[in-house]
């Protein structure tokens, strides 16, 4: 029992060290259970990581991009828009289209993407706030009443239809009994 405790204490000696050294405390933690005193020592030994090295791990958007663009904890994953001059679906942040080369306009770009991170924000904040959103119409204002078969249940009062029933009915269109 007390060896355990003593390659657990290694474990987070070695967590301690690697997130001093810019390193992953949690990968460091395991090597250091795993290894003992040697994962203790070869964490000692090893250089810390220099800002422009952590930045090298993580991947960055094209520099056009990054002058124009403020940031932003939003991700836009995978938003899509048209092409003005070709009408093929590229991402939002394109600043050239790779389809027809043309050129697009930085700061439409970053109105754009500013406008879709507000949107993205607002809808996490009510999310976060426990509203619900239609999905038929998009609206916030769901609220949770008495339903048809007497239940409670998200109700739109948009679409007139509780969402409980929407997702049964969304269901049985793709997997017909």
Known sequence: ????????????GCAIAASNKNRSAAGWFFLGILLGPFGLIFILLLSP???SASK???PLPPDALRQVLPTSEISLGE?????????????????KCRFCGEALDPQTVA???????????????KRTAGKV????????????ATIED???????PNC???LEKLAAHNLKQFFPN
């Open 1 to 12: 029992m007390i060896y355990l405790i003593i390659w657990i204490l290694f474990g987070i």
């Open 49 to 51: 990581l220099t800002a």
């Open 56 to 58: 090298a791990l993580t």
């Open 79 to 95: 938003e899509n828009k048209k092409c003005p001059a070709c009408a093929e679906i590229i991402k939002l942040e394109a600043l």
């Open 111 to 125: 109105r754009q993407v500013e406008e879709r991170r507000a949107a993205l924000a607002d809808d996490l904040e």
């Open 133 to 144: 959103k239609c999905p038929c119409c998009g609206q916030w204002d769901v609220y949770r």
């Open 150 to 156: 007497g239940g409670q249940g998200h109700w739109c």
């Open 160 to 162: 007139k239809i509780s």
